[in-house]
């Protein structure tokens, strides 16, 4: 008589954080205690800071602090995709309100703003990529987003007489 064998099921395991998503989350911890650090340091300026510059700074920060959170953790269960769906509206909305910041250029639009405009056609297709297993799409997406959007972005919120670097470094 013959047995019938059960066919293998394919497991897929998570995908850990490798050496570059761990330089990746450290740099969002040190840019983060970086902008806190700023932030309370320039308290006593705080009521002469705009509300779109508040609101860009709050979804930033979100962003940032979720970012470690997410490329270390476990990936592919219901909270890696809800955290996801937030960190993707924080970016999202960090974008958005970045375009009404414009008091930097004498009221015109940067060079930066076409980052934001990057942001705004990534992120949602970094989401889409996550929502339709396209794994390795949305693991590199990530990846270049959290480095050029977030970290190199971010870095240059402090040079050049911007108002986080008047703040951590007066």
């Known amino acids: ?5 059960e066919p293998k099921l394919r497991q897929q395991k998570p995908l850990g ?6 330089f990746l989350a450290i740099g969002a911890i040190v840019l983060l205690g970086c902008v806190i650090v700023a932030l309370a340091k320039g308290q006593p300026y705080w009521a002469k800071i705009p509300i779109n510059v508040w609101g860009h700074l709050g979804a930033m920060i979100v962003a940032l602090a979720l970012t470690p959170v997410m490329l270390l953790r476990r990936r592919g269960d219901r909270p890696h995709r809800l955290l996801g769906t937030i960190w993707v509206g924080a970016m999202l909305l960090t974008a958005l309100i970045s375009l009404t910041v414009r008091n930097s250029n004498h009221g015109n639009f940067s060079i930066i703003h076409i980052l934001s405009v990057w ?3 990534q992120v949602p297709l970094l ?8 794994i390795a799409r949305h693991r590199a997406g990530v990846r270049g987003m959290v480095f050029g959007a977030l970290l190199i972005a971010g870095f240059f919120t402090f040079p050049f007489n911007r108002m986080l670097g008047q703040f951590l470094f007066s």
């Not at 008589?1 to 064998?5: I, R």
């Not at 990529?129 to 396209?134: E, V």
């Open 127 to 134: 989401w889409w990529s996550a929502r339709t297993h396209r």
């Open 17 to 22: 954080a490798d050496r570059f998503e761990r």
């Open 1 to 5: 008589m013959a047995t019938k064998v």
């Open 119 to 121: 942001v705004l056609i």
